[in-house]
């Protein structure tokens, strides 16, 4: 959470730092070993959830799997995740953007070092590979490559140019 302090302005009022203390907190409740801790952590999850969710409009439910250093660069729209998404390390995430989605069968696995930009979804059984950067307004249903970009909508997949970073 120290990290996600410094990572998120060093502000404890930023909605994006509050919205992972939750997830986070969420995710806690679910690794307890009695029911009843469980289910008293789940509760409270819930009745912090309800109000955080609606203020920051930020719902990470706390069965996502996030690797380290997830960063929401923007926290002035929406972002929502799939219950069931697999994140990896250094994701970097603007406003308006879903991950997935409740209307189809599958969730998006997403690499490391990836950058998804405004108003863009990513849907379905797909595989996001390492390193890609998905530009604002694009619509991802398709697997996409390692070391690639993404624009438009539908996606159009272009390789990387230039030195890898």
Known sequence: ?????????????????ISLC???????????????????ASKVYGFMNLFVANI????IPPQVTIGDAFHIVNNEGSLSIHPEAVIGDRLGVMHNVTIGTNMKRGVPTIGDDVFIG??????????????????????VSTDVPSDS??????????PRLGPLL
């Open 118 to 139: 405004t108003n863009s979804t990513v849907l379905g059984n797909i595989r996001i590979g390492d390193r890609v950067r998905i530009g604002a307004n694009t619509a």
């Open 22 to 40: 939750v997830y986070r907190f969420g995710r806690w409740g679910l690794q307890r070993r009695s029911a009843l801790g469980r289910k008293l």
């Open 56 to 59: 920051t409009k930020i719902w």
């Open 149 to 158: 970009v993404c624009v438009g909508s539908p996606a159009r997949i272009y």
């Open 1 to 17: 959470m120290r990290e996600d302090y410094r990572r998120h302005g060093s502000s404890v009022t930023n909605g994006a730092f």
